[in-house]
């Protein structure tokens, strides 16, 4: 029980994250967003019912990669108008099985909120590492799993590739860690490409 209300704050802070890196890397206009309180913190979630229901659809279809412990890293890819890949912003994590003897008395849950309200504040300021997206850019959430298992082969598919890659070479910035020891290791990245 309290292994799933954890996946489920993760999966909370997950997809406020992509609604702040898209208002953040000003993929779409302003006032498409609208502000929303998380944990004390001012968000940023957009209003429009079509993203809205991809980003939380995308995001819900992890829960079972996560559970499964196959969940290695998601990421909101940002596409120039040709469709190649210009930079991402990478969640990479390592979910935890909690022991049944966990309780809520033996995790640090204010690390918890504090570290994703943090990576949220920091994500809100991302647009100053980097040059803006190139006129008419796209995006696409992104899932990296070591396995299928958990996978629903209905939503989710294989690129020829087997992975997406960022031409070379990449500049990476780690823009914050989340570490709950017991239960979750976070590093959210931002990788360019050299050219941006």
């Known amino acids: 029980m309290l292994q799933e209300e954890l996946i489920n704050s993760f999966l909370e802070f997950l997809e406020l994250a992509i609604h702040i890196s898209l208002w953040s890397r000003k993929l779409y206009a302003a006032d498409l967003?609208?502000?929303?309180?998380?944990?004390?913190?001012?968000?940023?979630?957009?209003?429009?019912p079509g993203l809205n229901s991809y980003i939380s659809s995308t995001v819900g279809n992890l829960k079972?990669?996560?559970?499964?412990?196959?969940?290695?890293e998601v990421a909101v890819v940002f596409f120039d108008l040709k469709g190649c890949p210009v930079d991402r912003i990478t969640?990479?994590?390592?979910?935890?099985?909690?022991?049944?003897?966990?309780s809520l008395s033996s995790l640090d849950i204010s690390a918890l909120e504090s570290g994703f309200t943090s990576a949220l504040l920091v994500l809100s300021?991302?647009?100053?590492?980097?040059?803006?997206?190139?006129?008419?850019?796209t995006f696409e959430?992104?899932?990296?799993?070591?396995?299928?298992?958990?996978?629903?082969?209905?939503?989710?598919?294989?690129?020829?590739?087997q992975r997406l890659e960022l031409r070379q070479p990449l500049k990476a910035h780690a823009l914050k860690s989340v570490n709950v020891e017991g239960f979750l290791h976070l590093q959210v990245l931002l990788e360019q490409t050299a050219g941006t």
Do not use: M, W
């Open 33 to 48: 967003f609208e502000r929303v309180k998380y944990c004390g913190f001012n968000a940023r979630k957009s209003r429009h």
């Open 64 to 72: 079972g990669l996560i559970k499964s412990g196959t969940l290695k």
């Open 91 to 102: 969640f990479a994590l390592q979910v935890e099985q909690l022991s049944p003897q966990a």
């Open 125 to 137: 300021c991302a647009d100053r590492l980097h040059r803006p997206l190139p006129t008419g850019s």
């Open 141 to 161: 959430v992104v899932a990296y799993s070591i396995s299928r298992s958990g996978v629903d082969v209905n939503y989710f598919s294989e690129d020829a590739l």
